[in-house]
């Protein structure tokens, strides 16, 4: 048996910065109730034209992820990409990263977990990894939401607080099982799927067609829909079951974590679990002020900036968490 680590992280989000007040000119928003309910100052949007899409941003941070971590291209033995904004319905991102890389045909996997996307990706490609079956695999987390968000006051309740970006990791073979990824905790709860959801296009309900056909501008199936009190009060109660899980399998508790990166939903959520867990500024790091919720790229962004700002140290006890759609959550606990 292994261990996987990851040895290298990259992030990239679009020049494009749109502030508070830039949302308040497209909708009845303000500045001061964005950041009161949310903790969020500004996002990134891809501009229309610029050519960034999901797959591009992913790659930028791959290409990034890959330079740190020293392996070369070709010895990434596995592709998982979590986004739930991809380029196209079918086929998803993974492959078209393994295009642009320009790497032997490997395999490719797609998640489909929203915002615990990064967990869920991260908690596959562990698991190749401690069988044997993979040394090296790319992770990915990539979100281009602005380009489908109601950017009327309909949607203000949803469309301030996402954003767009991409973070990477390489998560290769660690013989040391002392180190590296310890476990990963996942769940799911699908009796809520449809209070964050984004029900149109899909064979379900409503097809591209069935769309086109009754063009009613009143439809807003096309455009994702949050019940944000009930996702809120089960986030803070999930977040903190999951990080309790995760320190319980490895008999730690939660004075021995140096670093927790959660998912940045809402900086009242992050508060919360602070709290609770009787952490300090510096344990929890937020970077939703700057960029929003950028669901499965949340996490990777969040990591590599921890990262890059000297946080995390070899033998740190590091744990991810998140929790969004599906509803899905899960935790990573991390020695690093
Ligand atoms: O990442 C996946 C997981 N996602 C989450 O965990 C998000 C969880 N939920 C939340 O973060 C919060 O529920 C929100 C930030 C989405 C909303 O905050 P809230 O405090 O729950 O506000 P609310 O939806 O209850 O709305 C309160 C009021 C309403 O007006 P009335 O009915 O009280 O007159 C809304 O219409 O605020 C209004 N409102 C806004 N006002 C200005 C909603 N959105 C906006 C807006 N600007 N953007």
């Excluded at 996402?162 to 905790?185: M, P």
Aim: charged share 20%; hydrophobic share 40%.
């Amino acid at each position: 048996m292994f261990n996987s680590k990851i040895t290298g992280l990259g992030y990239y989000v679009p020049d494009n910065v749109v502030t508070n007040d830039d949302l308040s000119k497209k909708m009845d928003t303000n500045d001061a109730w964005i950041q009161e309910r949310t903790g969020i100052k500004e996002r990134r949007h891809v501009k229309k034209g610029d050519g960034d899409t999901t797959t591009t941003m992913g790659v930028k941070a791959a290409k990034i992820a890959i330079d740190r971590s020293g392996i070369d291209k070709n010895d990434i033995d596995f592709i998982v990409f979590a986004t739930l904004s991809p380029d196209y319905y079918f086929p998803g991102p993974g492959v078209l990263v393994q295009r642009d890389l320009g790497i032997k045909t490997v395999g490719a996997l797609d998640v489909r977990n929203q915002c615990s996307g990064f967990v869920y990706a991260l908690s596959v490609a562990d698991q190749y990894i401690k069988t044997g079956m993979y040394k090296n695999v790319l992770v990915i987390g990539s979100e281009l939401h602005s380009h489908g968000l109601d950017m009327t006051t309909r949607g203000r309740g949803v469309s301030v607080i996402f954003g767009d970006g991409a973070g990477a990791a390489i998560v290769s073979r660690e013989e040391d099982t002392t180190k590296g990824i310890l476990s990963t905790h996942l769940h799911s709860e699908g009796q809520h799927a449809e209070e964050l959801s984004l029900i149109a296009p899909g064979m379900g309900k409503r097809w591209v067609n069935d769309i086109l056909v009754d063009n009613d501008p009143n439809d807003e199936s096309y455009f994702p829909y949050m019940n944000g009190q009930f996702v809120f009060k089960n986030a803070v109660v999930r977040f903190s079951e999951v990080i309790i899980e995760g320190l319980k399998a490895n008999n730690l508790e939660a004075k021995d974590i140096d670093m927790l990166v959660p998912h940045q939903a809402n900086l009242r959520i992050s508060q919360f679990i602070q709290k609770k867990f009787g952490l300090s500024d510096y344990q929890v790091f937020n970077n939703i002020m700057r960029y929003g919720n950028t669901t499965a790229a949340s996490i990777p962004i969040a990591l590599t900036e921890a990262w890059e700002m000297g946080k995390i140290k070899s033998g740190d006890l590091v744990v991810l968490a998140a929790f969004g759609s599906g509803f899905t959550w899960g935790s990573v606990i991390i020695r690093w």
